[in-house]
């Protein structure tokens, strides 16, 4: 079958509950510490981190695709307090009830993902 022009081949995608548990993994390697707060759907549940920079603020980074269908991360909040946070939060679970929240503590705000943050 040939493919059109416009026609963009895609990265399979990673079950959600696996890219979780990997991206815990690779915290916990390089120093730092996180843990699901919400668990979401295994299959294709919507990923969120909470970057707690253990200092009264959080950065929330939201997955998002590219036009081109490229993976990214998306600032939905920077240097949020914990209310802000939780009311962000709040709101998104009332929209998807099988998202993920992954909270990663780590004082230099890493969010030890490959994608693009944005």
Do not use: N
Not at 14 to 22: D, H, Q, T
Not at 45 to 62: P, Q, W, Y
Not at 102 to 111: K, N, P, S, T, V
């Amino acid at each position: 079958m040939a493919l059109s022009g416009t026609a963009r081949l895609t990265t399979p995608r990673l079950k959600a509950g696996i890219f979780v548990r990997a991206l815990i993994r690779r915290a916990e390697v390089e120093g730092a510490s996180a843990f699901v707060v919400k668990k979401g759907a295994e299959e294709a549940g919507a990923v969120f981190l909470k970057i707690s920079r253990l200092d009264g603020t959080s950065d929330v980074l939201m997955q998002a695709r590219r036009g081109e269908g490229d993976l990214v991360w998306m600032k939905a909040l920077t240097a949020a307090t914990e209310d802000a946070a939780r009311t962000y939060f709040d709101k998104q679970k009332k929209f998807d009830p099988d998202l993920w929240i992954l909270e990663i503590e780590d004082r230099q705000g890493r969010a030890f993902v490959d994608e693009p943050i944005v």
